[in-house]
């Protein structure tokens, strides 16, 4: 009886209840005292049973329609209606309350489909509409159209990424095209500043070899300088003696006349002596003989005296003359060692500054690989880490440009004795630590991992201010070398 429908029921209670009508007025006839038109009301009790059953018959029809709509509704159908319902009082209520039910929410889920439709093709303008809808299913469209927008603000908000992804693709690539052709113009300009500095250091040893070449010249001009003071203060002496001895000649010139007036007085006497005075005569004859020879010879000796004086006095004056112009190529000397000895002090300076500049400018190099090598970091985040980017990044400290110069290169000849290069090698060694740290986290599935992503990013943290400190020291080592 508890399993049994309304209907079922009702024609069991309106059977029972006519039952008991015919049956209490049968007993009634049997006993004999039932008058004839006591039949009257087992036959309007049959006559109501059977108006009350058919009365009945649209309520119950409409109660299947229902049931059958909230089973279908019950697996997800909203397009059936219940019909027939004209003037049903209670049923007909509720025929036509679940009818609207049924148009509200047919009515929202064409809103809300049609609404994510339009949305999951990426038009966010058609929203749903919430006229005819009552209550918390309104409220339910609106809470659509709110998210509608948040979802729209989120596609322009991923468009805008996208497209400065996009964009930032560009730029990253540009960057890493223009930072390569720096990096090559560097390197180029680092091999002609050291092919500059060797000219450089060969033209400051030549300038040395010839300071030193001039301070020999110097030297034997000194030298030279000297014995020219000494033949010019010879010929000085030489040409002062000969006119001493030009003196002493005239003086033995004067002997020799008077010696030969002496033996002309003798001759005059010895002739007036006579017999007595020949012999005496004979030697006034050799005297003046001997006086005249002498004069004679003191004439020769003069006139040869006066030519070698002659000479003489014009090696003096040329003597002086070549005092004047060795001293005059002394100083032309002196003025050319000072050229000589500046042009070295500049030479010297030239070669501290190319040195100075080839450092900087590799010191640029090595900025510009740092820079680089971040950027395929930063590029291996976006491409993966099977790409020729992050192959770079795996390179280890040994190896990188940077590596190859501080451990095979030229930087522990030049800078090996600093301790400016002897603290690089840490931070150097931990920029490539963090750069592989920060691919072995990408390799991993950080989409979904919390964790993963705070390593990537604590990672590339630590290749930044590792980098800087690569960067803060090689400016600290180019400052210590060259002050």
Not at 358 to 371: A, E, N, P, T, Y
């Amino acid at each position: 009886m508890r399993n049994l429908y309304l209907a079922p029921k009702l024609r069991l209670a309106l059977a029972g209840f006519v039952v008991l009508h015919l049956g209490g007025a049968g007993f009634a006839a049997l006993q004999g005292d039932y008058p004839p038109w006591g039949w009257l009301f087992p036959f309007l009790t049959l006559v109501l049973a059977a108006g009350v059953w058919i009365g009945m018959r649209k309520p119950f029809a409409v109660l299947a329609q229902v049931r059958t709509i909230l089973e279908e509704m019950r697996g997800g159908k909203f397009t059936s209606r219940v019909t027939n319902v004209p003037r049903m009082g209670e049923a007909g209520q509720l025929a036509w309350n679940l009818n609207d039910v049924l148009d509200q929410y047919e009515t929202l889920l064409r809103e809300v489909n049609s609404s994510f439709e339009h949305a999951t093709a990426g038009n966010f303008y058609r929203q749903a509409q919430v006229t005819g809808l009552q209550g918390s299913l309104a409220r339910s469209l609106e809470r659509v159209n709110n998210l509608l927008e948040g979802m729209a603000e989120n596609v322009r908000l991923i468009r805008r990424n996208e497209m400065a992804a996009s964009l930032q693709q560009i730029n990253s690539r540009q960057i890493m095209s223009n930072l390569t052709l720096t990096q090559n113009d560097l390197i180029r300009m680092t091999e002609e500043m050291e092919k500059v500095s060797a000219i450089a250091t060969a033209t400051h040893d030549k300038a040395e070899q010839s300071q030193e070449r001039v301070g020999e010249v110097m030297s034997a001009q000194d030298r030279m300088l000297a014995l020219m003071h000494e033949g010019n203060s010879s010929m000085h002496k030489l040409h002062a003696m000969s006119s001493e001895i030009n003196g002493v000649l005239g003086m033995i010139g004067e002997i020799a006349e008077k010696t030969n007036l002496l033996a002309l007085n003798a001759s005059i006497e010895a002739a007036r002596a006579g017999e007595e005075g020949r012999g005496f005569a004979v030697v006034a004859d050799e005297v003046k003989q001997l006086a005249e020879n002498t004069k004679r010879a003191t004439d020769d000796i003069r006139a040869v005296l006066g030519s070698f004086q002659e000479e003489t006095a014009a090696n003096v004056e040329k003597s002086d003359h070549m005092m004047d112009m060795a001293q005059q190529v002394q100083e032309i000397i002196r003025s050319l060692r000072a050229q000589f000895n500046e042009f070295a002090d500049e030479a010297r300076s030239s070669q501290q500054s190319l040195a100075c500049e080839r450092d900087i400018c590799f010191g640029s190099l090595v900025k510009v690989d740092h820079i680089i090598y971040k950027q395929r970091a930063y590029k291996s985040f976006h491409s993966g880490t099977d790409n020729p980017d992050a192959t770079a990044v795996r390179v280890d400290h040994h190896h990188c440009r940077l590596g190859k110069w501080y451990y095979e290169g030229t930087g522990r000849e030049i800078f090996g004795g600093l301790d400016a290069y002897r603290r690089l090698e840490g931070p150097h060694e931990a920029v490539h630590r963090a750069g592989h740290r920060a691919l072995d986290s990408l390799e991993q599935n950080w989409e979904e991992d919390e964790a993963i992503r705070h390593e990537i990013l604590d990672a590339y943290g630590a290749m930044e201010a590792a980098s800087d400190q690569v960067l803060e020291t090689i400016d600290q080592m180019i400052a210590e070398k060259h002050g």
